[in-house]
């Protein structure tokens, strides 16, 4: 039978480890397309993700991930390890409805371009891929401020303030790099904080992050230039990596960080992609003479470093990690930061520091796809920020987050203990739960989400990196009583008792 299915469905699915497609998303859509088809039928059992993969020459995570898709979208019941199979009921209604579109049919009817298509398939979080029904303000959501001790009083009395006394100028068209006078109190607050060093000119006003890693792959590489990543990686990253062509090449990461290394021996690059101050999503900050190989390594290779700085002001134990940025003295490093975490990811407002040379590219190529972030909360936030609100909230949140992550390691112990370990983490809103080796983090991730707690699996966020199995855990954005009771939900929906 197995055989049988190989046959029919595995050999003709053109993998293509050369194409810029992940391997895993190219194997869901080979296997999607063959339910619709018909070519695959309902309740066909799926040879085990171990077999597949050597048959298929891929990782075996790669066939975990792309099971794990059809899983949670319902072309496949069952469970990863214990067998899968193509489900009775597809979501077939769905397809009469024309809601769900073969290839075919999706090119035929929505005319999306090659490059349409592509971007289309990417996605730019777990949140997005897993279409969760869940709220993302669901424990443990990773990299989710806390909403309760967010200042809405002191934001709504200075935005509104904002708006009443809003001068003529500011009411029209503004300036694609930013507002001066934000873009000054951020050199000023990097500078003091982060060992940046920047003038006004060189910090560029985006709209998070993701605007900014998207700019800077657009604007520093062309379709197939090798690119460097983590791995493991953080998704928004990669996605922003891969949509602009680049070819990603993952470098394992050890406690010292990226293993520069190892990555030159495996392949040159263009641009590596790194979080220094706290790796995404492992935790560790990156050594100083990893910092120094890098930046070497950088130098010789005529190279670019985006730094992705977006969670080291929660810091602590000792003084946030000077940046990347303030050590580079070719202008080889573009840093990256963002209000999301520190604030709130609603505002979409980040910065992007750039050398001097680039600064009119990326101010342009800004216009260019939404002409500039809003004016208003781009005044707010430079009085927040002069008036040492921003600061004080800072103080805050970093206290809080020590409680929080403090809760989380309690409600471990007396609920999961022997079964989930979670270590104190210097850094960050969120931290790794390590699971029983050879547990099936996807499995269990999965057993999670269908009962209202999301704990994506590490492995969601590997290339080639084999890690043992572990969940991330986001606690900064839940009380302490959320987070207990969330833990105690886990035991009993794992069925584990000490
Ligand atoms: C590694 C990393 N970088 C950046 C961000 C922030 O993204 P944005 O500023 O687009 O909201 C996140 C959010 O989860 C993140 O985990």
Redesign the pocket.
């Known amino acids: 039978m197995v055989k049988n299915v190989k046959k029919i469905a595995f050999a003709n699915i053109p993998l293509n480890s050369e194409n810029n497609i992940p391997l895993y998303q190219q194997l869901y859509d080979g296997l999607r397309e063959a339910i619709l088809s018909g070519s695959l039928k309902a309740k066909t059992r799926l040879p085990s993700t171990r077999t597949l993969a050597k048959e298929l020459n891929v990782s075996r995570n790669t066939v975990m991930n792309a099971f794990e898709q059809l899983l949670m979208e319902g072309y496949l019941v069952g469970k990863i390890g214990s067998g899968t199979y193509v489900a009775q009921t597809l979501p077939d209604e769905l397809l009469h409805t024309g809601v769900i579109k073969t290839k075919e049919q999706k090119q035929k009817n929505f005319g999306l371009s090659k490059r349409g298509e592509f971007l289309a398939s990417i996605p730019v979080?777990l949140a997005q891929r897993y279409r969760t029904s869940l709220t993302n303000t669901t424990p443990f959501q990773?990299?989710l401020p806390a909403y309760d001790a967010f200042p809405f009083e002191r934001w709504s009395k200075m935005l509104a303030k904002c708006w009443k006394h809003l001068p003529r100028k500011a009411f029209g068209y503004g300036s694609s790099a930013g507002y001066k006078p934000l873009r000054e109190a951020i050199a000023n607050h990097l500078a003091t904080t982060r060992a940046v060093k920047c003038s006004a000119e060189q910090v560029i006003i985006v709209?998070?992050?993701?605007?900014?890693?998207d700019l800077a792959s657009r604007l520093l590489l062309d379709p197939q230039d090798i690119v460097w990543v983590e791995d493991p990686c953080?998704m928004?990253?990669r996605s922003a990596l891969q949509a602009a062509g680049a070819k990603v090449v993952p470098i394992p990461v050890d406690n010292e960080g990226i293993n520069v290394a190892y990555g030159e021996v495996k392949s040159s690059a263009k641009l590596v992609y790194v979080?220094p101050s706290h790796q995404?999503?492992l935790g560790m900050a990156m050594s100083l003479q990893r910092r120094v190989a890098l930046l070497e390594w950088a130098s010789h290779n005529n190279a670019w470093i985006l730094e992705?700085d977006?969670?080291s002001d929660f810091r602590y134990i000792g003084r946030p990690i000077a940046s990347l940025q303030g050590l580079d003295s070719e202008g080889r490093v573009i840093y990256?930061g963002?209000?999301?975490?520190v604030l709130s990811?609603t505002l979409?407002l980040?910065y992007v520091v750039v050398p001097l040379n680039l600064v009119d590219a990326f101010s342009s190529a800004r216009a260019l796809s939404d002409r500039h972030s809003p004016q208003v909360e781009q005044m707010v936030l430079t009085d927040f920020i002069a008036e040492g609100y921003f600061s004080q909230h800072i103080r805050r949140m970093r206290a809080l987050y020590s409680e929080r992550q403090e809760a989380l390691i309690e409600a471990v112990k007396e609920h999961l203990l022997g079964f989930l370990s979670v270590y104190p983490s210097e850094t960050g809103m969120h931290t790794i739960g390590w699971l029983p080796d050879k547990s099936n983090d996807l499995a269990i991730s999965e057993t999670l989400m269908n009962n209202q707690i999301i704990a994506y699996p590490l492995s969601m966020y590997t290339i080639e990196a084999k890690l043992p199995p572990s969940l991330l855990l986001g606690y900064s954005g839940f009380s302490p009583e959320d987070i207990y009771l969330a833990v105690k939900k886990m035991a009993r929906v794992l069925e584990y008792t000490k």
Do not use: C, E, V
């Not at 709209?207 to 890693?213: E, F, K, M």
């Not at 963002?338 to 975490?341: E, P």
């Open positions: 979080s990773n990299g709209s998070g992050s993701q605007q900014a890693l953080y928004g990253a979080t995404f999503p992705d977006y969670d990256i963002t209000f999301s975490k990811p979409r980040g």
